[in-house]
């Protein structure tokens, strides 16, 4: 009865999304280490181990790259009927949020089923939003919980 009721005068949930601060230092931190250990293991360097070593770390560069790329701003809208409008780059898409997704007081994890049939995750960190927002976001998930994923198998 009080979900029922709860999710009668829910009001829509707007959280504009920054880039994170704590996102790109994690990645870096990340680059480093990896770079630090690609490094310590070609330690004797010849020619071949001087070329694999290039290769990797170019990669390393490229995947970093492609990860930062990621740290963009988003608006997620959450609507009445449990679904999300999330917006980037003027392109707004319909989603539900999956069961799979993960919230806590540091950072959420949200998972989401696209209407085309795609899958979407967006890693929130506390420097994202507004704290005021994060705090309802939390709530809100609490509150109403995640809607369990319809599947089309049959359960016996």
């Known amino acids: 009865m009080s979900q029922n009721?709860?999710?009668q005068y829910a009001t829509p949930l707007l959280l504009n999304v920054a880039c994170s601060k704590i996102y790109r230092n994690l990645v870096l931190a990340i680059f480093v280490l990896s770079a630090l250990s690609v490094?310590?293991?070609f330690t004797s360097f010849n020619t071949t181990s001087s070329f694999i070593f290039i290769c990797v770390l170019l990669g390393l560069i490229y995947v970093?790259?492609?990860t930062l790329a990621n740290n963009r701003?988003?608006?997620l809208n959450w609507q009445e009927n449990n679904y999300w409008l999330i917006t980037q780059n003027n392109k707004c898409e319909t989603a539900e949020l999956c069961e799979s997704s993960v919230i806590t007081s540091f950072c959420a994890v949200l998972n989401f089923n696209l209407k085309q049939g795609k899958r979407q995750t967006i890693l929130l960190f506390n420097d994202n939003v507004d704290a005021q927002s994060f705090r309802r976001l939390r709530v809100r998930v609490?509150?109403?919980g995640i809607k369990p994923q319809s599947h089309d198998t049959i359960r016996l």
């Open 39 to 41: 490094y310590l293991i």
């Open 73 to 75: 701003e988003y608006e």
């Open 5 to 7: 009721l709860s999710r």
């Open 64 to 66: 970093t790259y492609s």
């Open 142 to 144: 609490k509150v109403q």
